[in-house]
Every structure is written in C-alpha cells, then in structure tokens.
C-alpha cells in the first residue's frame, strides 16, 4: 500500500519563527511536490523536485525553500513565518511517466500567530 | 497555458439522487484527467483518472467520468449520491511534456441533503 506521511497534523508557530515541514514516501518516487490549500483557492503548488538535491519553483514559491537531500524525504521550509502562510499543506509524490497519479500525505494545518 | 475549470463552487444533491460535478480544461498536448476528492480533515484520495484509453472512465465508490475531447470537458457523475460522498472534489489535468506537473481545479463541494 502506498504511503505518503507527514510530520505533523497540527502545528502552532509564532510569527519570525523558522518551520520545518517534513514528507516522507516510501514509494521509490522520483518526484515530490508541496502544495499549499487555501478556501476558494484550491490547491497551488510551491515547490517540486524531480530528483535528489533538484528543485523547482511552482507558482507560489516566496518565503518558502525546501530541500531534498534523499530521495524518500522532501522538506519545505518557511524561512520566517509570517500570518499569511497560515494554510493547509499537502506533500504529493508521484513517478515520472506519462500518466502517473500523485499520491498525497494527510496533511499539515500550520496556524502561524 | 494549461488551465482547469470547474464550473460549481458547490453542488447540493439529495441522498439518492444523481450527482452532476463540472470540469472544463485547457490543454496543449495529450493530457492526463484525475479526480480526487478531500473528505475533511484528510488529504486527498484518488478517485479516476484517464490516460488515453477508454473515455468513459469508472473510479471507486460508483463514481464516473466521460473525458469529451470535443468539449474539453472531464465532468465527474454518480447515479445515486450517498451521504458518505459529501466532500470537496478536485479536478486536475497533467501533461507530461511539462515536466509531469498536475494541475487542480479550485475544488467543488459536494453537499448530501437526507
């Protein structure tokens, strides 16, 4: 069974603070991706890495970084939380192909005060 | 540029009754359609997808799709909605030219009246 996870369901920071998400797949998947969701919004992509140590912007990459340093492990950073990266976050990871699915982890709600 | 629309913000049906969600889409290429859906609190789960193959399209939970090439459209039904089926729904396009990128609808949600 194919499993996403991520570090935290909840989490509460502070504004200035320095967060780390963490996404881990145990599929063997060469690309990852984080998404932040938003009411009205849908879903918008921040950052994706096809491979180790790559990265690519998505559409919304300001004041997020991330970093993936092995394979099975794609972290997003929040440099300095500010409130309006107060969201839901979702880590995705799929296999290169022509029609593979993006298989998603449960998600974090980061609530930044 | 890729684009996917759906047409419903929210869809209110009765428990028994069909259920109807729209999605229109902008595609370059020969793309790939999904449709996942978010029930609260949970990430998402994937329902359909197609891939080139049969335009009609049968996911889990009695859920289908007709991809229409003709109308650009990915439009997602069930003959009898349970209450069970209330969540939001995402439509979502990917082409594999671009890098393997997926790209989502702003979501319906679906309400189930008993």
């Known amino acids: 069974d194919v499993k996403v996870t991520q570090s935290s369901r909840y989490l509460v920071k502070r504004t200035g603070e320095k967060v780390f998400l963490e996404c881990v797949q145990d599929m063997d998947h060469e690309n990852m991706f984080w998404y932040r969701q938003d009411p009205g919004l849908g879903l918008r992509l921040i950052y994706f890495s096809y491979d180790v140590k790559m990265k690519e912007k998505g559409d919304i990459p300001e004041g997020y970084s991330v970093s993936r340093e092995k394979k099975e492990r794609f972290s997003l950073i929040l440099e300095s939380a500010s409130t309006n990266q107060t969201s839901m976050y979702l880590c995705?990871?799929?296999?290169?192909?022509?029609?593979?699915?993006?298989?998603f982890g449960p998600g974090t709600r980061l609530l930044v005060l | 540029a890729q684009s996917v629309t759906q047409l419903d913000s929210h869809v209110s049906v009765s428990e028994g009754t069909p259920v109807l969600l729209r999605c229109n889409y902008s595609s370059s290429y020969s793309p790939s359609l999904f449709w996942y859906v978010q029930h609260p609190n949970k990430g998402l789960q994937l329902l359909l997808k197609?891939?080139?193959?049969?335009?009609l399209v049968k996911g889990i939970n009695g859920f289908e799709a007709e991809f229409k090439k003709s109308e650009t459209s990915f439009h997602l039904t069930k003959p009898s909605a349970h209450m069970s089926d209330a969540a939001e729904y995402f439509c979502v396009v990917s082409e594999f030219f671009l890098g393997n990128q997926f790209y989502f609808g702003t979501g319906t949600s679906l309400t189930v009246i008993p």
């Open positions: 197609y891939t080139s193959a049969a335009t």
């Open positions: 995705a990871s799929s296999s290169t192909g022509e029609t593979e699915t993006q298989y």
